[in-house]
């Protein structure tokens, strides 16, 4: 029978033990502190996109940045207004800018920001309140003018005037930028990407709420009906917007050309949402122009839609170089999609179907979100989830911008 140890030798052998698990116990603390260390390490950059994303969005939305996140987005923003000349079919264009530069990053990383189809242009409130939140993060940021766009035109010289900005920017800043479109610029933005000439200078494509083929969207301001990849078909009821800048774009196509100019006034006040001047510009019509006026504002009408219908197709020829279908199939430049659920001027089927095209390995993110309309935050109490998946769509496109 063995013989049992007293009661000295058993907590002496305890402690003996004891000892080397102690040991083990500690270092298996400090290796797992190191884990938690190096993972923290790891995860900060995209920890901090998060929260400079969370930022932006707040402010966009015209709320301070929570405390969380004020850390990661308060570099004091420099703002300089100049204009920079770029090649032109005349030659050469100015093109007025506006750089927003964090002060403590002169070096910073490069973005464009182009302005969709909106009378201020670069001085629209919330282009500029997002390329300062933007700058903030630590991004230099730029926002030239598109002339075309600024006058509610969508035209080729847009997409000329897209592609020599970025190309311009990209070599004051040693590299290729990113690029932000927003509405009609977004998909103009892209049609640049596809070119050649200026794919070079493209290290990233984002386009918010833009077009993938303009000749469905023209049809669906006249339909409201925009089929998607998948066979099922997007009905909504287009917004004025839409037909009015397509009528604004095609008016000689729509009055004598006597009353081209008289008409092209009042419609555009219209546009600019600038009641007394349109209220001045009826006063210069005729009885008949002014019946003019009256019936094309009313886009709901069966004869205008008629005549919108026939400018359209007149113009049909013209939108393939104003569409990026076609060509994303090809496309190397990586690609963030993002669209409003319930936009009524560019139907969020456009970006499926840019989804659809695109190669696997250049789309890096999608979403089709309801917390937007068309580029607004405007939509009342979105859930969690969604707000979740917009910070998270905007944080990947400040670590695409933070990567070169």
């Known amino acids: 029978m063995d013989k049992v140890p007293g009661a000295a030798a058993q907590a002496h052998d305890v402690r003996r033990?004891?000892?080397?698990?102690?040991?083990?116990r500690k270092t298996l603390y400090a290796a797992l502190a190191a884990g938690i260390a190096l993972l923290c390490v790891a995860a900060w950059p995209s920890a901090r996109a998060h929260l400079q994303a969370f930022a932006v969005l707040r402010k966009v939305a015209g709320d301070p940045a929570p405390w969380v996140a004020r850390a990661t987005d308060g570099a004091p923003v420099a703002v300089q207004d100049f204009a920079f000349t770029v090649a032109s079919p005349d030659g050469q264009r100015r093109v007025r800018a506006r750089m927003y530069l964090p002060q403590n990053g002169p070096n910073a990383p490069a973005m464009v920001v182009f302005h969709g189809?909106?009378?201020?242009?670069?001085?629209?409130p919330r282009l500029m309140g997002f390329a300062a939140?933007?700058?903030?993060?630590?991004?230099?940021?730029l926002t030239?003018?598109?002339p075309e766009i600024k006058d509610y035109r969508v035209g080729p010289d847009s997409v000329r005037t897209i592609g020599e900005s970025v190309r311009w920017f990209a070599a004051q800043t040693d590299g290729p930028v990113g690029v932000m479109g927003l509405s009609f610029s977004g998909g103009l933005a892209l049609v640049a990407a596809e070119d050649p000439l200026y794919r070079p200078f493209f290290q990233f494509v984002a386009a918010v709420g833009s077009q993938d083929s303009m000749a469905r969207v023209t049809e669906y301001y006249m339909t409201g009906r925009d089929a998607r990849p998948n066979g099922t078909v997007e009905?909504?009821?287009?917004?004025?917007?839409?037909?009015?800048?397509?009528e604004y774009e095609y008016l000689q196509d729509l009055v004598p050309a006597a009353d081209l100019?008289?008409?092209r006034a009042v419609l555009r006040a219209h546009l600019d949402e600038d009641r007394p001047g349109e209220a001045a510009a009826r006063r210069l019509l005729t009885d008949a122009q002014r019946r003019e006026a009256r019936d094309?504002?009313?886009?709901?009408?069966?004869?205008?839609?008629?005549?919108?219908?026939?400018?359209?197709a007149r113009h049909a020829d013209e939108f393939s170089e104003l569409s990026p279908e076609g060509g994303l199939r090809t496309l190397t430049t990586p690609v963030f999609l993002l669209h409003g659920e319930a936009d009524n001027v560019i139907p969020a089927a456009e970006t499926q179907w840019m989804a659809s095209e695109l190669p696997r390995s250049s789309?890096?993110?999608?979403?089709?979100?309801?917390?937007l309309s068309h580029v607004d935050l405007d939509e009342a109490q979105p859930g969690p989830m969604d707000q979740w998946r917009l910070v998270h769509f905007f944080a990947q496109i400040l670590q695409a911008a933070e990567a070169k």
């Open 261 to 263: 100019q008289p008409v």
């Open 144 to 146: 030239p003018e598109l």
């Open 17 to 24: 033990l004891a000892a080397p698990r102690s040991a083990l």
């Open 296 to 312: 094309l504002m009313d886009t709901s009408l069966p004869a205008t839609r008629s005549r919108i219908a026939q400018a359209i």
């Open 133 to 141: 939140a933007m700058a903030s993060c630590g991004l230099r940021v």
């Open 117 to 124: 189809v909106h009378n201020l242009g670069i001085d629209e």
């Open 363 to 371: 789309l890096k993110a999608a979403l089709i979100s309801p917390v």
């Open 235 to 246: 009905v909504q009821q287009p917004h004025e917007y839409g037909p009015l800048v397509i």
